[in-house]
């Protein structure tokens, strides 16, 4: 059975930074691009950023360009997202996905996903 558990949410001010984590559980996780996506109140659920197989390459949505940072660990199958300078409009539940699809920025890319973690931040 295939888990992906998010942790490292919480309360944050803004310019603040916080890490996010995902352990994958039930799948080979080096065999998986690994993606984060947000949702906040009333809208849809969008891609964040995302790191191929190997890490040798990542991709993030413009909003986050220079803010966020994607990484990995396959030894120890977790997959990170290092967020600074946070701004209130990053407030939204961060969910963690894995999949094997080429249109990594996109939901339909991803065929597992996480429950979700709560980002909140204040201004």
Do not use: H
């Not at 396959?74 to 409009?89: F, G, R």
């Amino acid at each position: 059975q295939v888990q992906l558990v998010e942790s490292g949410g919480g309360l944050v001010q803004a310019g603040g930074s916080l890490r996010l984590s995902c352990a994958a559980s039930g799948l080979t996780f080096s065999s998986y691009t690994m993606g984060w996506f947000r949702q906040a109140p009333g809208k849809e659920r969008e891609f964040v950023a995302a790191i191929i197989r190997t890490g040798d390459s990542v991709y993030s949505t413009n909003s986050v360009q220079g803010r966020f940072t994607i990484s990995r660990d396959n030894a120890k199958n977790t997959v990170y997202l290092q967020m600074n300078s946070l701004k209130p409009e990053d407030t939204a539940v961060y969910y963690c996905a894995a999949g094997t699809a080429p249109n990594l920025r996109s939901r339909l890319g991803y065929r597992y996903w996480g429950q979700g973690t709560q980002v909140t931040v204040s201004s």
